[in-house]
């Protein structure tokens, strides 16, 4: 079916203003349609609107990637779009995107987000008032980078108004327009900015300077945007590549103080940190801890970003156990100063932690070794010890951690019957 809205591919490129085209046909943009995709293609086409796939999953499908979600924006209004749905028995679910010019319809078990094409009315930096329009260009127009505003039509058509695929096949990362403009309207893509760099960009510093001027001038913008959505970018960004170096450029350029992050942050920590963790998928607040000298950084920085209490909770532990949970001088192999730790922890993710405390420590091998190891259970109980006459619950919890720690030096290999013969009656 979906051979009917995607015809062989011929690649060639026209100009029209500023307009580049081509045609894609790969593998990944040819599994898009399914039959969901393929239902909502032919309403759209029955009833002579324009749908094409927009923004981030263009970049994906351009960079050889099949994306893992897909928004399609159109030439219909919301109310067009609703009308057609609701005539065709589509399901429409979700209407908070309403307002903005989302509709979200059901079909075959998947749902498609279409978006009404845009233009910004007003904005304040934060929120922006638009109006619906039929001009693809003037959509682009209002987009953050330009590799982010490129549509792709359902039958591989390329739609890039701004240089978007040279960019991208440049990795360049570059705000649509006027920098300043683009980030006036809303002060977090400076945030998004970094972000996307961390993913496209081969080498840490090759940014434009007239963008690293644009986001210094308007750092002070970043004060009003709430912080869960500060949070939502910064963590992409301190796990994509060049995690060191954009942290440090958020100090140098003076924006940290905007996003709760500590004054006098430990760039150079994060630097050694990131060289440690990066090849080891570490999670965003592993790298960000490096920043914090204790333990009211990290409350100061929950209170601006809400962090989640996982979240919170890995950083105060990082903090706290950063210089004292550490291998054996005398047996650098050994695992047990971590185990131990593990076992004595009273924490459900306590082996979680630590992975993370080894990926900040650079100790690949022990982390390696501990990703593989398997919390032993304690095989003694204050039950077996009543059943042999211990009836005091104080004398039990000495008895038990006597034993704990017999266990744990003989490396958590001794049986219950063999503890049990080490309780003094």
Same mark, same amino acid.
Request: charged share 30%; with cysteine.
């Given at each position: ?36 995709l393929?239902?909502i ?39 067009e ?17 309403e ?8 079909l075959?078990?998947?749902?498609f ?10 904005t ?17 127009e ?8 490129m ?8 739609y ?6 040279e960019?991208l ?25 970094f ?6 960009a ?13 986001? %210094? ?31 440090e ?10 996003i ?21 998928s570490?999670?965003?607040m ?33 903090v ?12 650098p ?38 990703? %593989? ?10 039950h077996?010890? %009543? ?10 919890g ?5 034993l %704990? ?12 019957d063999?503890?049990l013969?080490h309780v003094?009656?």
């Open positions: 079916m979906w051979s009917r809205f995607f015809r062989p591919a011929v690649i060639s490129h026209s100009v029209w203003r500023s307009l580049f085209t081509m045609r894609l046909k790969t593998s990944e943009f040819k599994s898009l349609f399914t039959d969901g393929n239902g293609a032919e309403l759209f086409e029955k009833h002579q609107y324009e749908l094409r796939i927009a923004g981030g999953a263009v970049r994906d499908l351009l960079s050889g990637k099949r994306p893992e979600d897909v928004d399609f924006a159109t030439t219909a209004t919301p109310e779009m609703k009308r057609m749905f609701q005539d065709a028995g589509i399901r429409l679910i979700n209407n908070k995107g307002k903005h010019g989302t509709i979200t319809a059901r075959h078990n998947e749902n987000e279409v978006t009404t094409l845009r233009v910004d009315v007003e304040d930096g934060r929120h922006a008032e638009v109006e619906f329009t039929t001009d693809w260009q003037k959509d682009a209002r987009r953050d980078l330009t590799i982010n505003s549509f792709l039509g359902l039958d591989g058509t390329l890039d108004y701004f240089k978007g695929y960019d096949q440049n990795h360049k990362v570059r705000f649509v327009g006027s920098a300043e403009q683009r980030i006036k309207e809303d002060y977090l893509r400076i945030l998004r900015y972000r996307f760099y961390g993913r496209v081969l080498k840490a510093d090759e940014h434009e300077p007239e963008t690293l001027t644009a986001i %210094r001038e308007n750092g002070r913008g970043l004060a009003a945007i709430s912080g869960e959505r500060i949070w939502v970018e910064l963590k992409k960004m301190v796990v994509g590549n060049h995690a060191a170096h954009l942290l450029l958020l100090y140098n350029l003076d924006l940290a103080q905007y709760g992050l500590p004054p006098d942050g430990g760039v150079d920590e994060v630097k050694r940190v990131w060289g440690n963790a990066s090849a080891h570490p999670k965003p592993t790298v960000l801890a490096a920043l914090f000298h204790g333990p009211d950084d990290v409350d100061r920085t929950d209170l601006r970003l809400k962090v989640s209490r996982e979240e919170k909770t890995l950083a105060l532990f990082l706290k156990h950063r210089r004292t949970l550490r291998k054996s001088d005398e047996e192999d050994d695992l047990r100063p971590f185990t131990d730790f593990i076992i004595d922890s009273r924490e459900p993710d306590s082996q979680s932690k630590v992975c993370e405390l080894l990926k900040y420590q650079g100790e690949e091998k022990l982390l390696a070794e501990l990703q %593989r190891w398997s919390v032993p259970r304690f095989p003694v109980s204050g077996d010890l %009543r059943k042999m006459g211990v009836t005091s619950g104080k004398e039990i000495t008895n038990l951690q006597e %704990r720690d017999i266990w744990k030096k003989s490396r958590y290999q001794m049986d219950k063999e503890l013969s003094k009656l």
